[in-house]
């Protein structure tokens, strides 16, 4: 089973930040927490990861809370592309991933 | 840097027949996992490869099937294709067991 529980659907206006939040409150200490998304016919795609600090790339940012149960992925100017079922997955070494529902993000013009 | 490939990328099979899918890896990629994806169900994980061994299964029947090859490729193969078979099968390949994973476009099989 999934470890984490995400909103069903979230919707954010194209320009502005898309905030997606992750409750994961049975993390342990060495599960780190990622972030995909799966674009309409298409395979996941990674977006993030983190233990514990808060991580930037150039897609996204991830906010890990210090208590570590819960996290939020920042999408810092939401697009039309980035309308996807995101998923929040808890995953410690040597586990398989295991995806949950995911967030289905619809970005308005 | 090319990304993961499977092929076909769309099949139809008939109830009964046996199908056998192929995944490349990311170049340099040892560990190659199997996603089976539904409408009702979601994604789901089938089996994870490492340096040509099984190292972890999900909650499917035995006619659900892997392995992969020195060259770190791998196949899925499934027997006595049932109607509820039909689904997006993704493959994802990563460094090792615990680094990121990145996906093909998938396999669409359809049963018929």
């Known amino acids: 089973d999934a470890k984490t529980t995400q909103p069903t659907s979230m919707d954010c206006a194209e320009g502005r930040a898309a905030n997606l939040p992750c409750n994961h409150s049975?993390?342990?200490?060495?599960?780190?927490v990622y972030w995909y998304r799966q674009i309409h016919s298409q395979g996941p795609q990674y977006i993030i990861h983190?233990?514990?600090n808060n991580e930037t790339n150039e897609m996204a940012s991830l906010i890990i809370t210090e208590d570590r149960k819960s996290s939020t992925l920042i999408l810092p100017h939401a697009t039309l592309r980035d309308t996807a079922v995101y998923y929040c997955?808890?995953?410690?070494?040597?586990?398989?991933?295991?995806f949950g529902k995911g967030t289905r993000l619809h970005i308005l013009p | 840097k090319a990304g993961v490939t499977q092929t076909p990328r769309y099949l139809i099979k008939t109830r009964g027949q046996q199908v056998t899918l192929s995944c490349s890896p990311i170049?340099?990629?040892?560990?190659v996992s199997w996603y089976q994806q539904t409408p009702g169900q979601g994604l789901q994980f089938l089996f994870e490869y490492f340096s040509e061994t099984q190292r972890n299964k999900g909650n499917f029947p035995g006619r659900f099937s892997g392995r992969q090859f020195s060259n770190s490729r791998s196949e899925m193969n499934v027997s006595t294709l049932e109607l509820g078979d039909s689904a997006l099968y993704l493959c994802a390949s990563s460094l090792t067991e615990d680094t990121e994973a990145f996906f093909g476009q998938g396999t669409r099989l359809t049963v018929v």
């Open positions: 170049s340099g990629h040892r560990s």
């Open positions: 983190g233990l514990k």
């Open positions: 049975t993390i342990s200490g060495n599960e780190y």
């Open positions: 997955i808890v995953m410690g070494r040597d586990d398989k991933i295991i």
